[in-house]
């Protein structure tokens, strides 16, 4: 018999149905108990049965420690020890799926081992050594077979690319949010031109900043350059320094190969002996520090222009999820943009991508996109079919761009949206519109959840537990459920809160709801959009 089983606070903010339901769910879990906790049911303790990797690639779950999934890959062929490494949130950041990017580095495709930036540096250290331990190896024998993709289909070649994208014009970026909102949140309006650039609703769109000129400026200052010097950019191409420190480099945060690079570089023995230890402990903190801030602390150490440059990590596109549907404006797309604004080292820094789009450019500016396809994110077939999407602040993007095809198609459907920010007041996204859908009927329902407007911190997921019923009732009518938003926490308790609701609601046991949820996945109904 298991004792002293957590339970849900009183000051957690849930009503006293909600605790009731989740503390049993989580007790459920933990006893490993065969029946749901429905008042007056007994409960016998059984195991819960295992359930199926998807694609039997275990490791596949960003849940799990980056050590633990390699274990699970032990033994497998080099790709899937590579794909385990990754942080298994198929973003496309990089590029690719985790397991694309894996089997192109293993192919010997793609050489850029730090493209995961969820991963950062732990994937690539980890990529790094099981390279290192494989080409160690003697070459397999392929009796003249190439080697399978496992069923999956190398993705159709883009006209442009993260290495290859086309340059558009910014067309607009008005604030959604108010003047006087603790967030900024953008509504950027693209122009593609005569591009011929195609994307579907749930489709991302990948852009290739720009650094901050001051940034860019001050890096120059700390280098003694003027910004003309010619440089072999990472292409191996000659450019002005200051081209490529704008427009092909990291410049918000270091990486352990520079810091090994400036101990080696070190003329004062204190700076020297810093970065030493910086570098045997992985980077410590030094990683956090724009290069600016790093090359003003360790003023001894500077390289040549061109080994400098060779230790930098290129530019990484960042992926947005497109908030339209080209059937409303084929030559137009349109992003919903979070600027970050965060105080680091003393000083105010912006996130690259955001403050780029939402603030620094002007209209008719040059923003260089490609599209992400993303083709496990698409509205059902069948437009009869419900559809739930869970979407709070810049989360409602792809939805928006379901109801935007929704109205060009002239459907009205059962379709919910779970909607949740801080302020109603402030920042209420797209209020104007989604109640113009709501009388259309283009949005059947619509549930909101404004966190900061009560005492207790209201969210979508409490949201959710308050419409268990009905949330279920249309997960029995075969509902797609989607959710956009922050992988780690919000993603991760919409998930819990989804398997609470099939297990008090259906009478299931915790082990039957999970079953259940990752039924759904299999069966395509179950879609995720998370960063």
């Known amino acids: 018999m298991i004792t002293n089983v957590p339970v849900i606070p009183e000051s957690a903010p849930f009503n006293p149905q909600q605790r009731a339901w989740l503390n049993g769910f989580f007790a459920a879990i933990l006893s490993g108990q065969s029946q749901s906790p429905i008042a007056g049911g007994s409960m ?44 298994q949130l198929d973003c496309g950041a990089c590029g690719y799926l985790c397991q694309t990017y894996s089997e192109a580095i293993a192919r010997g495709e793609e050489k850029d081992l730090t493209r995961c930036s969820p991963g950062g540096n732990d994937t690539a250290k980890a990529l790094k050594q099981l390279l290192s331990i494989n080409n160690s190896k003697p ?67 990948g852009i290739l900043p720009v650094n901050c000129p001051e940034l860019v400026k001050e890096v120059l200052q700390q280098l003694g350059a003027s910004g003309d010097e010619p440089v ?13 420190l704008a427009n092909e480099v990291t410049l918000a945060r270091s990486r352990p190969d520079l810091l090994e690079l400036l101990a ?142 929704r109205q060009a198609l002239g459907l009205k459907g059962p379709a919910w949206l779970f909607f949740g ?29 404004f966190s900061r407007d009560q005492a207790e911190k209201l969210y979508v997921q409490h949201k959710m537990l308050d419409n268990a019923a009905d949330l279920w009732q249309w997960l029995q009518q075969g509902a797609h459920f989607f959710v956009c938003g922050d992988a780690k926490k919000m993603a991760a308790d919409v998930d819990q809160v989804l398997q609470a609701i099939v297990m008090t609601q259906g009478g299931k046991t915790a082990a039957e709801a999970k079953q259940y949820v990752a039924q759904m996945a299999k069966d395509k109904r179950y879609h995720k959009d998370v960063y």
Do not use: C
């Open 421 to 449: 920010n801080q302020h109603f007041d402030y920042d209420f996204l797209y209020r104007d519109e989604l109640s113009l859908w709501l009388d259309q009927g283009v949005l059947s329902r619509l549930d909101l959840a």
């Open 232 to 244: 072999k950019n990472i292409s191996g191409e000659t450019r002005r320094i200051a081209d490529v």
């Open 44 to 87: 016998p303790a059984t195991s819960p049965p295992a359930i199926a990797a998807e694609e039997d690639f275990p490791w596949h779950d960003s849940t799990l420690p980056i050590a633990e999934r390699l274990t699970l890959a032990e033994g497998k062929p080099i790709e899937r020890q590579l794909m385990a490494a990754m942080a």
């Open 139 to 205: 070459a397999p024998a392929t009796n003249g077979h190439a080697k399978g993709t496992n069923g999956h289909a190398a993705p159709a070649p883009q006209k442009y690319s993260r290495t290859s994208p086309f340059a558009a014009k910014l067309i607009s970026n008005e604030r959604l949010t108010q003047i006087d909102a603790p967030k900024d949140t953008r509504h950027v309006v693209i122009d593609l031109l005569d591009s011929g650039i195609a994307y579907q609703a749930g489709d991302s769109l």
């Open 264 to 405: 080696k570089h070190a003329q004062v023995p204190g700076e020297r002996e810093t970065l030493a230890a910086a570098v045997a402990e992985g980077g410590s903190e030094l990683l956090g520090y724009d290069l600016a801030e790093l090359l003003a602390k360790f003023p001894s150490a500077r390289p040549s222009l061109d080994d400098f440059l060779a230790a930098l990590t290129r530019l990484q596109p960042r992926l947005y999820s497109i908030s339209s549907s080209q059937l409303a404006n084929p030559k137009q797309v349109t992003l919903t943009v979070g600027v970050v604004k965060y105080e680091s080292q003393g000083r105010w820094k912006h996130g690259v991508a955001s403050h780029f789009l939402g603030v620094r450019s002007l209209p008719g500016d040059d923003v260089r996109v490609f599209v992400q396809p993303s083709p496990k994110f698409r509205l059902p077939s069948d437009p009869t079919t419900p559809v739930i999407m869970v979407g709070p602040g810049t989360g409602i993007a792809p939805f928006r761009a379901f109801l935007q095809e």
